[in-house]
């Protein structure tokens, strides 16, 4: 059965929706700094492998293109994921499309996505998180399309989808498996018994294996992670819910929910029952395992797309003004939420009004020129001749990423952690005249250390509450054995 391919092909507003939001996301990209995963990111792009601890290769890849193209150049960076957001306002409308939408409905669906808290929070930083939201959508786009079309080739372009996706995130294994138990339970289930099929399957898996031979030769590490994670289980569970409200927005929320009921419940929508299967499982196994409630946001843009059809009918039913006042709620509605999702307010801002709590990322992208500039006085003030035996230990990677990225300028040597892969990377070379330790446990170094000094706290200088705010910089000494023969009890997964 031919699935019902929708509307007009045209969606120029909807490229017009991508351009403005990818105009949006480099307006603000160069504001406050790099975040500390991306310094992360780029430290591991310096040590490329198969696979690292705590994600595959795909996105250190993308930070290790982008600091190489743009030396440094914030907009630059971050040039590929706006990108990547533009590309998913386009396609949210072409599923719209393929769903039945009109050419109203697919601007609408457009819309929605580029207006979504979720989504411009994300486009800001080079993350896994971006590339997962797009490939969702596209997964969705393309096997719809081969559904409408009867053309099972498309199983390859969407096993290639996936490989990639599974070399990003290992986040969009909700969301094949239950697209596969969606389409089992529908009447296309036959377009699972091909040969296309096991050819894209084939296809994701040869692109995911390199990350899986590296997990297994490393004792699976993220698995690790992911056993750490369980430790804020409770606490996800607890704010789940209304942080799917918050974070794509309380205008936004029942457009999505009627998208669902539509998928879920609406003869018209019968062909694409699947989609309901896809999305909501996902948000249900990821409430049950208590993961970030940020994992199944993908799935809004689909259930957006599901939208269009009503949306559409509801909108035309109010004549010229209706669609006019709908957008401008909407557009205002964003233009509201557009500060907790990117930095579009000074830094200082989040002094009084801490909007990190609501958005943990805002400012994890302050500070860390000059955190580098505190270590690099203590460094400095070491007698020349023992600098060459002298260690920068950091309690986390975005400490050990900002030493590495900003370092160089001040005539630092490269810095070590206990953190996910930069413990891989250790441990020092022999053992160390002084350690300069930033944000290390005093009793662990007490533990390694004859002495342990304090030798400054960290103030980013406008009195943001972020995680390196207030954190303790020692100045150690009289080493315990070498490090090689303590660095296990450095390492920390997390």
């Given at each position: 059965m031919q699935?019902?391919?929708?509307g007009?092909?045209?969606?120029?507003?909807a490229?017009?929706?991508?351009?403005?939001?990818?105009?949006l996301?480099?307006?603000v990209?160069?504001?406050?700094?790099?975040?500390?995963?991306?310094?992360?990111f780029?430290a591991?792009?310096?040590?490329?492998?198969?696979?690292?601890v705590?994600q595959?290769?795909?996105t250190?890849?993308?930070?290790?293109?982008?600091?190489?193209?743009?030396?440094?150049?914030?907009?630059?960076f971050?040039?590929?994921?706006a990108?990547?957001?533009?590309?998913?306002?386009?396609?949210?409308?072409?599923?719209?499309r393929?769903?039945?939408?009109?050419?109203?409905?697919?601007a609408?669906?457009?819309?929605?996505?580029?207006?979504?808290?979720?989504?411009?929070?994300a486009?800001h930083?080079?993350?896994p998180?971006p590339?997962?939201?797009?490939?969702?959508?596209?997964?969705?786009?393309l096997?719809?399309?081969?559904?409408?079309?009867?053309?099972?080739r498309?199983?390859?372009?969407?096993?290639?989808?996936?490989?990639i996706?599974?070399?990003?995130?290992?986040?969009v294994i909700?969301f094949i498996?239950?697209?596969?138990?969606?389409?089992?339970?529908?009447?296309?289930?036959?377009?699972?018994r091909?040969?296309?099929?096991?050819?894209g399957?084939?296809i994701?898996?040869?692109?995911?294996?390199?990350?899986?031979?590296?997990?297994?030769?490393?004792g699976?590490?993220q698995?690790?992670?992911?056993?750490?994670?369980?430790?804020?289980?409770?606490?996800?569970?607890?704010?789940?819910?209304p942080?799917?409200?918050i974070?794509?927005?309380?205008?936004?929320?029942?457009?999505?929910?009627?998208?669902?009921?539509?998928?879920?419940?609406?003869?018209?929508?019968?062909?694409?029952?699947?989609?309901?299967w896809?999305c909501?499982?996902?948000?249900?196994?990821?409430?049950i395992?208590?993961?970030?409630?940020?994992?199944?946001?993908?799935?809004?843009?689909?259930l957006?797309?599901?939208?269009?059809?009503?949306?559409?009918?509801?909108l035309?039913?109010?004549?010229h003004?209706?669609?006019?006042?709908?957008?401008v709620v909407?557009?205002?509605?964003?233009?509201?939420?557009?500060?907790?999702?990117?930095?579009?307010?000074p830094?200082?801002?989040?002094?009084?009004?801490?909007?990190?709590?609501?958005?943990y990322?805002?400012?994890?992208?302050?500070?860390?020129?000059k955190?580098?500039?505190?270590?690099?006085a203590?460094?400095?003030?070491?007698?020349?001749?023992?600098?060459?035996?002298?260690?920068?230990?950091t309690?986390?990677?975005?400490?050990?990423?900002?030493?590495?990225q900003?370092?160089?300028?001040?005539?630092l040597?490269?810095?070590?952690?206990?953190?996910?892969?930069?413990?891989?990377?250790g441990?020092?070379?022999?053992?160390?005249?002084?350690?300069?330790?930033?944000?290390v446990?005093?009793?662990?170094?007490?533990?390694?250390?004859r002495?342990?000094?304090?030798?400054?706290i960290?103030?980013?200088?406008?009195?943001?509450?972020?995680?390196?705010q207030?954190?303790?910089i020692f100045?150690?000494?009289?080493?315990?054995?070498?490090?090689?023969?303590?660095?296990?009890a450095?390492?920390?997964?997390?």
């Amino acid at each position: 059965m031919q699935t019902h391919l929708g509307g007009p092909t045209r969606t120029n507003f909807a490229y017009l929706i991508a351009a403005g939001a990818l105009l949006l996301e480099l307006g603000v990209a160069g504001r406050y700094g790099f975040h500390r995963d991306e310094l992360y990111f780029i430290a591991c792009a310096k040590h490329l492998a198969l696979g690292y601890v705590d994600q595959p290769v795909f996105t250190p890849l993308i930070a290790g293109a982008g600091n190489a193209l743009f030396h440094g150049s914030l907009v630059g960076f971050r040039l590929i994921p706006a990108i990547s957001f533009a590309a998913l306002v386009i396609v949210t409308a072409r599923l719209a499309r393929l769903l039945g939408a009109d050419r109203l409905g697919q601007a609408m669906a457009a819309l929605c996505a580029a207006l979504c808290g979720e989504y411009i929070a994300a486009a800001h930083l080079v993350s896994p998180t971006p590339f997962d939201q797009l490939a969702w959508v596209v997964i969705a786009w393309l096997t719809v399309r081969m559904l409408g079309s009867g053309n099972r080739r498309h199983w390859l372009l969407i096993g290639l989808v996936t490989g990639i996706a599974l070399e990003n995130k290992w986040n969009v294994i909700f969301f094949i498996g239950s697209l596969g138990l969606g389409l089992l339970l529908s009447p296309q289930r036959r377009f699972l018994r091909s040969w296309w099929f096991v050819g894209g399957a084939a296809i994701a898996m040869a692109l995911w294996l390199p990350d899986l031979i590296w997990q297994a030769q490393n004792g699976w590490p993220q698995l690790q992670i992911f056993h750490a994670l369980q430790s804020d289980a409770a606490h996800n569970r607890e704010v789940y819910i209304p942080a799917q409200i918050i974070y794509v927005g309380p205008v936004l929320t029942p457009i999505w929910l009627v998208g669902g009921w539509r998928l879920a419940r609406s003869a018209d929508a019968e062909p694409f029952r699947f989609l309901a299967w896809a999305c909501g499982l996902p948000l249900l196994m990821i409430f049950i395992l208590g993961g970030k409630p940020y994992y199944p946001g993908p799935a809004f843009a689909i259930l957006f797309a599901a939208s269009a059809v009503p949306l559409s009918r509801f909108l035309r039913a109010g004549g010229h003004l209706r669609p006019a006042a709908v957008v401008v709620v909407l557009v205002v509605a964003g233009a509201i939420e557009a500060p907790l999702a990117v930095p579009v307010l000074p830094a200082q801002t989040l002094a009084h009004v801490q909007l990190q709590k609501i958005n943990y990322d805002l400012a994890e992208t302050i500070g860390w020129r000059k955190q580098v500039a505190q270590i690099a006085a203590i460094y400095h003030s070491i007698p020349t001749d023992q600098r060459a035996k002298t260690v920068i230990l950091t309690g986390n990677y975005g400490e050990a990423g900002a030493v590495d990225q900003y370092g160089p300028n001040y005539g630092l040597p490269q810095a070590y952690s206990g953190q996910n892969n930069f413990w891989l990377w250790g441990p020092p070379p022999g053992t160390s005249d002084w350690v300069i330790a930033v944000n290390v446990d005093p009793a662990l170094l007490g533990r390694y250390f004859r002495r342990v000094t304090p030798a400054g706290i960290f103030n980013n200088g406008i009195g943001v509450s972020d995680d390196e705010q207030g954190v303790p910089i020692f100045l150690c000494s009289g080493q315990k054995g070498n490090w090689a023969g303590i660095w296990s009890a450095f390492r920390h997964y997390d």
